[in-house]
């Protein structure tokens, strides 16, 4: 699947590179291309899973021959620690300037305060809306061997495969926020907001997707009470008309969309939707496979750097224990692969590996049931050892 054949990326040649350069040895120096890979492993588990990834990114330039530096920027709550601010000008910097960003997760009791001016999401947000990423992919597909760690049953969720594609600038989250009045009259208000342009762009690319896979995309709106859904829908049904007429398009509400997500989410191939409807079903769509320690995630723009990121938190429960999951970012470095990099052979090299290690029944304790588990490190090494 290669839904992002549009995005340029930009390749440099190995002896440009700087950082933490790694390369083949037993490769000659023409043979190598090299990738800019900006890490932003922000807060809790972050810094422990991408470190993870990293190794495995390492291992596969030597498998494929090619060679990636690695330069390792602040975001999140760490960020504000060290500058102050959740998204330094230096991290925007040098994501600009890389070909892809691997981020581990921001966020953390210690930022909580739900009055502070500052807080570590806003360094999410902000790198999304810098790098003009305005949409987010997240593969639901669950592995069959952890069927068994769903909370539906094996029959509804076996042979489940959807792309969702989020839009990521738009909606709510940047619309016009305040408050007026006082006492009982206090009142709050969020204004939903789509231009036209912001809905072209996203379905388009998940409709190009579409044509890779099943061929059928699905949008989800709210447009019998929405202003900006009935937008929204308006203008998917123009761009599937005069430019996708050859793919299976139909529309659902989002109220439905929640039902159907677990009554039969075999029927649904790419599904598009706006920020708020696509942040809350794809978190329910996440439950399908069981665990939120194996689910990737990718934010891509219409061209620049994509960043690369587990679905999953910071989790504070279990950080700095080495006790986390790393499948999650190791699955998301090859959709940073496959995705911003063109690396297919090498992204699917890392998706056997993850595969076969579950096959072989090893575990860490979030997916285990309470059987016997492996650490983060036990975990890479099981990964390293089946990357052929
Ligand atoms: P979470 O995803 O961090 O954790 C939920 C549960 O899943 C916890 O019990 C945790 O231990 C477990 N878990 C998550 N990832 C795991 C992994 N890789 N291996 C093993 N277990 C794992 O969600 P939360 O607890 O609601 O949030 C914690 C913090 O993370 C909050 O500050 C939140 O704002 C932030 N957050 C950040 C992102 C992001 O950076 N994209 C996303 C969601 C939440």
Not at 192 to 217: C, W
């Amino acid at each position: 699947m290669a839904p992002m054949a549009a995005t340029p990326f930009r390749r440099r040649a190995a002896n440009l590179s700087f950082g933490n350069t790694f390369s083949s040895p037993s490769l000659p120096l023409h043979y190598l291309m090299s990738y800019k890979i900006v890490l932003l492993p922000g807060d809790g588990i972050g810094p422990e899973i991408v470190s993870a990834a990293v190794e495995v990114l390492k291992k596969i330039g030597t498998l494929c021959g090619h060679s990636f530096t690695f330069e390792t920027h602040l975001i999140g709550g760490i960020a504000i620690d060290q500058t102050g601010n959740p998204l330094p000008d230096e991290t925007v910097a040098a994501c600009k300037a890389s070909d892809a960003i691997l981020l581990g997760a921001v966020g953390g009791p210690k930022w909580d305060d739900p009055s502070a001016k500052v807080r570590p999401e806003q360094g999410l947000l902000g790198i999304r809306k810098a790098l003009s990423l305005f949409a987010n992919l997240r593969p639901i597909k669950p592995f069959e061997e952890l069927l068994d760690a769903s909370p539906l049953k094996r029959e509804i969720v076996e042979g489940t495969d959807i792309l969702f594609f989020r839009e990521l600038t738009g909606d709510v989250y940047f619309g016009e926020s305040g408050r007026y009045g006082s006492g009982k009259e206090e009142t709050a208000f969020q204004q939903m907001i789509y231009s036209v342009g912001e809905v072209e762009r996203v379905v388009r690319l998940a409709a190009a997707a579409a044509r890779t896979r099943k061929n059928h995309l699905t949008s989800v709106d709210k447009a019998n009470v929405l202003e900006p859904s009935r937008l929204w829908r308006q203008t998917a049904a123009r761009v599937m008309k005069e430019e996708f007429p050859d793919v299976k398009y139909d529309v659902v509400l989002v109220d439905a969309m929640a039902m159907f997500l677990i009554q039969r989410p075999r029927d649904f191939d790419v599904i598009v939707t706006a920020n708020l409807f696509g942040d809350i079903l794809t978190d329910e769509a996440s439950m399908l496979p069981g665990s939120l320690g194996m689910l990737p995630s990718a934010s891509i723009g219409d061209g620049g750097p994509g960043l690369y990121e587990p679905i999953h938190g910071s989790a504070p429960d279990i950080a700095g224990k080495g006790v986390a999951n790393p499948l999650a970012t190791i699955l998301a470095a090859a959709m940073m692969l496959r995705h911003s990099l063109k690396l297919e052979d090498a992204a699917l090299k890392i998706e056997a590996a993850v595969r076969q290690v579950l096959a072989d029944g090893l575990r860490t304790a979030d997916i285990a049931r309470g059987k016997p588990s492996l650490n983060t490190k036990q975990m890479l090494d099981a990964v390293l050892e089946r990357l052929k």
